[in-house]
């Protein structure tokens, strides 16, 4: 069943091929599931997280990462609701570059793929003015159609999680 968990495989398997001590030589991202060191240090001190210390330390911390990433989503979801991005919840989407054949529904895991990819204040400003950023390869749309179609499902629970979602309630289901 789709859920959590298949979203955090899915993000490491598309981020890095799940490798933990992957680094992207021109932006910097680092592990699998490919953080800025910006991002690290703001949720180290926002979340009061063990000191990711440096690129060897973090790149050689499967757990440290996994801890990261609880805290990354925690923090894309609080930001996403703050938005109010869970009223575009069941809006149609396709993707534009990588996915360009794959049309879908949103749900929370596109949300948060997008997010993950390129901002929440991207993520909004698609969903206002329709602007898709990309890094050449893949698209804020390929990530939120790929996500929604691929760790969810849209079919009998998606309108339950999006439900809850909208009123604070983590679901964890796997």
């Not at 680092?30 to 800025?36: I, V, W």
């Amino acid at each position: 069943m789709p859920g959590l968990n298949q979203f955090k495989n899915l993000l490491g398997q598309m981020e890095s091929g799940g490798n933990y001590q992957a680094v992207n030589s021109s932006s910097g991202a680092l592990g699998k599931y490919q953080f800025l060191p910006a991002t690290l240090t703001a949720l180290q001190f926002e979340y009061n997280l063990t000191p990711w210390l440096d690129d060897y330390n973090f790149l050689n911390s499967p757990a440290l990462q996994e801890v990261y990433l609880e805290s990354h989503l925690q923090d894309m979801t609080d930001s996403i609701r703050s938005n109010n991005l869970t009223a575009y919840l069941g809006r149609r989407v396709t993707g534009s570059k990588r996915f360009t054949g794959l049309t879908t529904y949103v749900n929370i895991y596109g949300l948060l793929g997008a997010a993950h990819l390129s901002g929440v204040g991207n993520l909004r400003r698609y969903f206002n003015s329709g602007y898709d950023p990309d890094d050449g390869l893949t698209s804020l749309t390929d990530y939120l159609a790929y996500f929604s179609s691929s760790s969810g499902d849209t079919g009998f629970i998606f309108p339950l999680v999006a439900l809850a979602f909208m009123f604070g309630i983590v679901l964890y289901y796997s």
